[in-house]
Nanobody, 128 residues
Framework: QLQLVESGGGLVQPGGSLRLSCAAS????????IAWFRQVPGKEREGISC?????ATTVYAESVKGRFTISRDNGVFLQMNSLKPEDTAVYHC????????????????????????WGQGTQVTVSS
C-alpha cells in the first residue's frame, strides 16, 4: 500500500520552531513532487508549500513565505520558524499526480485533487 507518513508535530509557543518530516511507505518519494497542506476543522485544506522531484523548484503560500522552508533529502521536510497561533492545524504531506510535475522538474501549489497520495497528518499547535 502506498502511503506517506508525517512526523514532527507538537505544541510550541508563538515564535517557536518545528521541523516536520514526510516519509514514504511502499514507494519512493524521489519520483514525485511533494506538497505540504494544512487543515483546520471547518475549513478547506490549504496548500502551503511544494517542492519538485529533484528539489530545484520550491513554492510557498503567502501565509508562510519567509517563515517556512521546504527541502528534500531522503525524505521531505518542512522547517517552520516564527510560528504563529494561526499556524495551528493538522499538517499533511502529499505526492503530486499532476503529469506536469513529472515531465518537468517543477511543482504546482494547486488544490488537493492534484495530489494522489496522502499521509494521516501531524498536529501542530501554536499556543502560549
Amino acid at each position: 500500500q502506498l502511503q506517506l507518513v508525517e512526523s514532527g508535530g507538537g505544541l510550541v509557543q508563538p515564535g517557536g520552531s518545528l521541523r516536520l518530516s514526510c516519509a514514504a511507505s511502499g514507494f519512493s518519494l524521489d519520483r514525485y513532487a511533494i506538497a505540504w497542506f494544512r487543515q483546520v476543522p471547518g475549513k478547506e485544506r490549504e496548500g502551503i508549500s511544494c517542492i519538485s522531484r529533484r528539489g530545484a523548484t520550491t513554492v510557498y503560500a503567502e501565509s508562510v513565505k519567509g517563515r517556512f522552508t521546504i527541502s528534500r533529502d531522503n525524505g521531505v521536510f518542512l522547517q517552520m520558524n516564527s510560528l504563529k497561533p494561526e499556524d495551528t492545524a493538522v499538517y499533511h504531506c502529499a505526492a503530486s499526480i499532476d503529469p506536469r510535475t513529472t515531465v518537468q522538474d517543477t511543482c504546482l501549489l494547486t488544490g488537493p485533487d492534484d495530489y494522489g497520495y496522502w499521509g494521516q497528518g501531524t498536529q501542530v499547535t501554536v499556543s502560549s
